[in-house]
């Protein structure tokens, strides 16, 4: 399975809540540029799934629109995730080519970190708007290969 992790583009620095922060002028266009990148390139993820979070929620939208694809909310990819619960919660998934997860930091940090046997989770920063690709053939510690990690300027 090719599991594709896009931090949510870039939001506002304050909102009543966290979980409302929205995006700003620019993460709206870097989250259009994912997906017309996406497009271009026949990424159309199989499941694509959303933090609840309204900055991660908007992002997953626009890219939606942009690949005919409608996201599906997946509480677990709120801020506090685990690799752990990554695995648990992609297992019954693993019959599907692709998922597209959007999600937070430092989160998908440390998931890709696991899946790709990193022993740090700082050794491989997601910024905001970048599109990683890791193709996991299985879903344990190691198992996985780094296809590509883009980050926004570049898409």
């Known amino acids: 399975m090719i599991i594709y992790f896009l931090r949510h583009a870039e939001a ?58 409608d996201p599906v909310i997946a509480d677990w990819l709120a801020c506090g995730m685990t690799p752990e619960t990554l695995i648990a919660q992609l297992e019954p998934l693993t019959t599907k080519s692709s998922v597209l997860l959007v999600g937070h930091e430092p989160d998908l940090s440390a998931a890709v970190s696991h899946l790709l046997g990193l022993p740090e989770p700082v050794n491989f920063p997601i910024r905001k708007a970048s599109l990683t690709a890791i193709d996991a053939p299985w879903l344990e510690q190691g198992s996985g290969a780094l296809e590509f990690s883009i980050p926004p300027k570049l898409l």
């Not at 933090?51 to 929620?57: G, H, Q």
């Open 12 to 69: 506002e620095d304050f909102a009543e809540s966290d979980f409302e922060r929205k995006l700003t002028p620019k993460g709206h266009k870097q989250a259009g540029c994912v997906g017309k990148f996406c497009k271009q390139n026949g990424i159309k993820p199989e499941v694509f799934l959303s933090s609840p979070l309204v900055r991660a929620r908007k992002t997953a939208e626009i890219v939606g629109k942009k690949i005919g694809v």
